[in-house]
């Protein structure tokens, strides 16, 4: 990859960041690309982020952080469903509307594979990506990731039904 990536930091989530995590986990454009489809409370959020132990092993899931190189967030990153058996976890991101198109996603998701690699010996890493979201498609693609399946009718957008696709990445 020759493109000049940002500097970027992967965290746990702290008390402090409920703010970003309430405007993300509330933002309705981004309910179809996720199982959400109900606003989240601040107090519900914030019992999550005092109960999480940012351990993948306990929790099944590690939701981290993704901030710039000057400790500004601008996302978040989910290593999710995590299957010990099968050495595999699902992956998905979300960078907050200011801060597309500035590689910042791509950094991110790097540092997730490395992460998934060498800390948690995952096998491998997959996302379901909306088939007709060109922009997350390239995204996994530029990373290494590849479809391996089309998932017809998967993705429920209003009364209509999208495809998804299976994008893996074997580590």
Known sequence: MTE????IHLRA?????????????????LWD????????????LSAY?????????ADRQVRLVIEDEHHCTVGLLDIFNFDPRHSRAEVGIVVGRKFRHRG??????????????KVCHLHQLYAIVDGGNAQS???FQKVGFT??????????VGDS???????QFFL
């Open 4 to 7: 000049q990536l940002p500097i």
């Open 13 to 29: 989530l702290e008390p402090e960041d409920l703010d970003s995590l309430y405007n993300i986990e509330n933002d309705e454009d």
């Open 33 to 44: 690309v996720g199982v959400t489809n109900v606003p989240y409370s601040r107090f519900v």
């Open 49 to 57: 982020i005092a109960n999480s132990t940012a351990d993948i092993y």
């Open 104 to 117: 910042y996603a791509t950094a991110a998701l790097l540092h997730a594979v490395d992460y998934s690699r």
């Open 137 to 139: 498609l390239q995204l």
């Open 147 to 156: 479809q391996t399946a089309s998932l017809k009718n998967w993705l429920r």
């Open 161 to 167: 039904y999208r495809d998804a696709l299976m994008m």
